[in-house]
T-cell receptor, first 113, second 112 residues
Framework: GDSVTQMEGPVTLSEEACLTINCTYTATGYPSLFWYVQYPGEGLQLLLKATKADDKGSNKGFEATYRKETTSFHLEKGSVQVSDSAVYFCALSGSNTGNQFYFGTGTSLTVIP | IAGITQAPTSQILAAGRRMTLRCTQDMRHNAMYWYRQDLGLGLRLIHYSNTAGTTGKGEVPDGYSVSRANTDDFPLTLASAVPSQTSVYFC???????????FGPGTRLTVL
């Protein structure tokens, strides 16, 4: 069945370090791919999305490129800030999933000053 | 209000009691969802509704029921709560299809 696998955490980085959180997916057809962020005590917020191969989603300095050839959607940021500390979830949805979402287990990021 | 609201924010409940978690959205989204979030397991879909008047089962529906009498509201009911239902519950909505989902702030439920 369709699924998402993301890098296990927790991840701890110093401020201004580079971030990569790996996400790979298994799906039939051509799903849409998403990254969500969850700040402490809050619900999930959409961070970015890509709906077809080679699309790049970007928001708040974060980027992810939909790579069909490697079935990946890795999240990247060139210089993280303390305020980026949160849990990040990769997700997919598509017509072959009945338009339901499948979420990864989440990757906790802590950025230290 | 704007977006999705959930009530209560948190609740402690005795096992065997009945409990309804409320969810209301004002975005006129067709689709709504209930998830539970547990440490190490991520988010798991409990029930969903693609449009008012219809509902469907997700990955972990046992012990839960939902109704969708109108577009805005999607309550989740635990008929007889058990300790394994201790979790954080999130309601979400979307315009439907593979479009982005928008989440409420969550309800933290503890069943003793």
């Amino acid at each position: 069945g369709d699924s998402v696998t993301q890098m296990e955490g927790p991840v701890t980085l110093s401020e201004e370090a580079c971030l990569t959180i790996n996400c790979t997916y298994t799906a039939t057809g051509y799903p849409s791919l998403f990254w969500y962020v969850q700040y402490p005590g809050e619900g999930l917020q959409l961070l970015l999305k890509a709906t077809k191969a080679d699309d790049k989603g970007s928001n708040k300095g974060f980027e992810a490129t939909y790579r069909k050839e490697t079935t990946s959607f890795h999240l990247e940021k060139g210089s993280v800030q303390v305020s980026d500390s949160a849990v990040y979830f990769c997700a997919l949805s598509g017509s072959n999933t009945g338009n339901q979402f499948y979420f990864g287990t989440g990757t906790s990021l802590t950025v230290i000053p | 209000i704007a977006g999705i609201t959930q009530a209560p924010t948190s609740q402690i409940l005795a096992a065997g009691r009945r409990m309804t978690l409320r969810c209301t959205q004002d975005m006129r989204h067709n689709a709504m969802y209930w998830y539970r979030q547990d440490l190490g397991l991520g988010l798991r879909l409990i029930h969903y509704s693609n449009t008012a008047g219809t509902t469907g089962k997700g990955e972990v529906p046992d012990g839960y029921s939902v109704s969708r009498a109108n577009t805005d509201d999607f309550p989740l009911t635990l008929a007889s709560a058990v300790p394994s239902q201790t979790s954080v519950y999130f309601c979400a909505s979307s315009e439907g299809g593979p479009l982005a989902q928008y989440f409420g702030p969550g309800t933290r439920l503890t069943v003793l």
